[in-house]
């Protein structure tokens, strides 16, 4: 079979992708676009997003859809529909945080912009990385269960690219994430994935 | 077993759950909010979100997350993984255009919002629900694979709300979402419980 994986060129919403091919062994194209082809070729993906994973030309959008399959064949999304359920609600509360984060940095007016930066720092941030710090405590150093699973590769894939766009270190006073994410890189896979893979301006 | 949905007083998020918790014939308690009660509220919900669904005290967040569990015991959810896939896909695909309409109708600033709303009548609706006209006219009147899914359920259930929300007949000219709405309300588990189920102002 054949895996080609359209992103941009850095980390953010691809990279558990690419962990969990890492994780998997599967070899795949690692297809990356530049922020300045994007408009040019945005109207031909199918709803104009990315990542996109291609298996055999099949052709899928969605990035945490596309990690749950990719979970499934690596036994990482859950011993029970209990278990995976846990998984899907950490990983979509997880998002969430994100897409809260999104909407400031792509705020195109620099006043409301300034305005929601005191929030997400006061608020928004805090708020939400202490519950996760708390889920991981609570959970033996994992998101559920305390054992791995791919809503621990989901969080520490993306992480990086939103410290980058935040410029805030959301993992400090947060010894449990900080200790997941040292557990999730020093996976063998996903750690010869780190070390083989590009740079790019958000894990420079 | 013991099921409670806190949701507040209308469709949207709620109804997929609601749906299928009817569709498998489970007893559940309606709790539903009101929207003056809400800020005095929000701060005891997990995330701060709605909706909740309790399953014998054991309190879940993350709506679609839910979904796909119960989708499951219900036999909604694909009959192997790559149809679980693509179902998955559908779901966050319609999640996404739920966001983008979300971001109009809670734009706080009068003048933003008047510019989203024709960006949204002329560009984002059209593009997405035609987009999802055709994946049901493809997939013999239905999101995955000619057969009811929870898919189908969640885009149904959501519908309302978004239609009323931003006051756009979003099925008109769309024959096989029309079609695809009348078979999930024929449902018999379903239709009884539209029957019964309270009004609230997104559906009055």
């Not at 850095?10 to 599967?26: H, V």
């Not at 199918?46 to 990035?63: A, W």
């Not at 006043?111 to 996760?132: G, Q």
């Amino acid at each position: 079979m054949t895996y080609k994986l359209t992103y941009f060129n850095f980390t953010a919403l691809g990279e558990p992708i690419r962990f969990l091919l890492s994780y998997l062994d599967i070899d795949f194209e690692d297809n990356r676009i530049e922020l300045e082809q994007w408009p040019s070729v945005k109207h031909t993906m199918p709803f104009g997003t990315l990542p996109l994973l291609e298996i055999d030309g099949k052709v899928l959008n969605q990035s945490s859809a596309i990690c749950r399959y990719l979970a499934k064949k690596a036994n990482l999304a859950g011993s029970d529909d209990w278990e995976s359920l846990l998984i899907d609600i950490a990983v979509d509360n997880f998002k969430d945080f994100g897409q809260c984060l999104k909407s400031y940095w792509f705020d195109p007016n620099e006043e409301s912009k300034a305005a929601r930066y005191v929030t997400l720092v006061n608020e928004t941030i805090p708020y939400h990385m202490d519950k996760f710090e708390n889920i991981v405590r609570e959970n033996n150093g994992y998101f559920v269960n305390g054992k791995l699973s791919w809503a621990d590769l989901f969080v520490v894939g993306v992480l990086d690219h939103l410290i980058y766009r935040v410029n805030v270190d959301l993992l400090k006073d947060r010894p449990n994430l900080q200790a997941l994410r040292e557990k999730v890189l020093a996976v063998p896979k996903i750690k010869a994935w780190i070390e083989k893979r590009p740079l790019s301006f958000d894990i420079a």
